[in-house]
């Protein structure tokens, strides 16, 4: 089945320093590739996805690249503010349909 | 984007009995899905529920441990048995949007004591 590794487990950044957060997957299947973000007792919002047909998609502060080849994609948010702190998961859908797989999870901590 | 309602929201319950969660999505889909989310953890699929057919379930899970009800095409539960410590977690209940985007509701925080 499918396998997402997900690196830094943590990262913290000054406020309006960017972050990079990136994943790796197994399946070399895999179409979509959400992110979503988990605030403290909330549950995760999709924040931005790519699929397989497309390298990078924007949306304001936030981007997400996709290395098809290599099998790894990656979350970019620049300008951070405080309220982008939160818990940010990657995913991939393989064949198995509808079925996410997680990565473990990064803890973004911004300080103002 | 689709809402999607949990209801109980939290909950602390006693070893040994069961607790069923009910997810209410506001449009029609075709599939709902259950995950888990243990302390300080990654999500987890549970099942995957369709309408008029029986739960799918991932490997780790069991029908008898986490029944699974999906009567019409808006609303589904899931029933965590004969609850353990271990059990403590959010169980999320998902949905698919447009085709492979994957919405969560907020979740129901279950604490087993």
């Known amino acids: 089945g499918e396998n997402v590794e997900q690196h830094p487990s943590t990262l913290s950044v000054q406020e309006g320093d960017s972050a990079v957060i990136k994943c790796t997957y197994s399946?070399?299947?895999?179409?979509?590739f959400p992110w979503y973000k988990q605030e403290l007792g909330k549950g995760p919002q999709l924040i931005i996805d790519i699929r397989s047909n497309v390298g990078e998609k924007k949306d304001q502060r936030i981007a997400v690249t996709l290395n098809k080849t290599a099998k790894h994609f990656s979350l970019h948010i620049t300008e951070t503010q405080p309220e982008d702190s939160a818990v940010y998961f990657c995913a991939a859908i393989g064949t198995s349909y509808g079925k996410l797989t997680f990565g473990q999870g990064t803890i973004l901590t911004v300080h103002p | 984007s689709a809402v999607i309602s949990q209801k109980p929201s939290r909950d602390i319950c006693q070893r040994g009995t069961s607790l069923t969660i009910q997810c209410q999505v506001d449009?029609?889909?075709?599939?709902m899905f259950w995950y888990r989310q243990q302390p300080g953890q990654s999500l987890t699929l549970i099942a995957t529920a369709n309408q008029g057919s029986e739960a799918t379930y991932e490997s780790g899970f069991v029908i008898d441990k986490f029944p699974i009800s999906r009567p019409n095409l808006t609303f589904s539960t899931l029933t965590v048995s004969n609850m353990s410590p271990e059990d403590s977690s959010i169980y999320l209940c998902?949905?698919?949007?447009?085709?492979?985007?994957?919405?969560f509701g907020e979740g129901s925080w279950l604490t087993v004591v």
């Open positions: 998902s949905v698919e949007g447009v085709p492979n985007t994957i919405y």
């Open positions: 449009s029609q889909v075709t599939m």
């Open positions: 399946d070399s299947a895999s179409n979509y």
